[in-house]
């Protein structure tokens, strides 16, 4: 029996759910991994697919992935993305990404333009990242100057129980 497409509304889903990014690394070049293999299972089915990218689709694929670590990952994509937007889900895993401090002891943070904080509104006040801006500073043409997005412990915490040890 040849393996049919997976059809693209069924596609479609399962990569909104990931927010179009690889399940476990992020990666925004994704495909379709069937939890099952498809061999077993002879079936495309919501529960059973999981959008990975190319080389995390590979390490499942040689079993480095297990299917239980699969399951979880794909439960805590529905998790995260019901509480936090897209953008609070790509903050928190870029500044996961980078080291905490710098040879000089000072944090490292991402800049972002003060009245766009209204974004992170979310994990601001659970306290997943801090802010940290000059105040009553305003550049050329009336812009307020940038702030800096720090990830917090508790942030650090929050990713941490979103990543699963990949083991078998």
Not at 63 to 75: F, M, P, Q, T, V
Request: proline share 5%.
């Amino acid at each position: 029996m040849s393996r049919p497409k997976v059809p693209s509304d069924l596609e479609r889903r399962v990569k909104v759910e990931a927010g179009h990014r690889c399940a476990i690394c992020r990666h925004i070049d994704t495909e379709i991994h069937h939890i099952v293999p498809w061999a077993k299972c002879k079936g495309h089915k919501y529960e059973n697919l999981i959008a990975l990218c190319p080389n995390c689709h590979a390490r499942a694929d040689r079993g480095e992935i297990d299917r239980k670590s699969l399951r979880i990952y794909k439960a805590n994509l529905r998790y995260a993305h019901d509480k936090f937007s897209q953008l609070e889900v790509d903050l928190l895993f870029d500044l996961y990404q980078v080291p905490e401090r710098n040879e000089h002891g000072n944090r490292y943070g991402q800049k972002w333009p003060s009245y766009l904080l209204l974004l992170f509104n979310r994990i601001l006040e659970v306290g997943y990242i801090e802010v940290t801006e000059e105040p009553g500073v305003i550049l050329e043409g009336g812009i307020p100057s940038p702030c800096f997005i720090f990830l917090t412990s508790k942030g650090r915490e929050y990713i941490d129980s979103l990543k699963i040890d990949q083991g078998n």
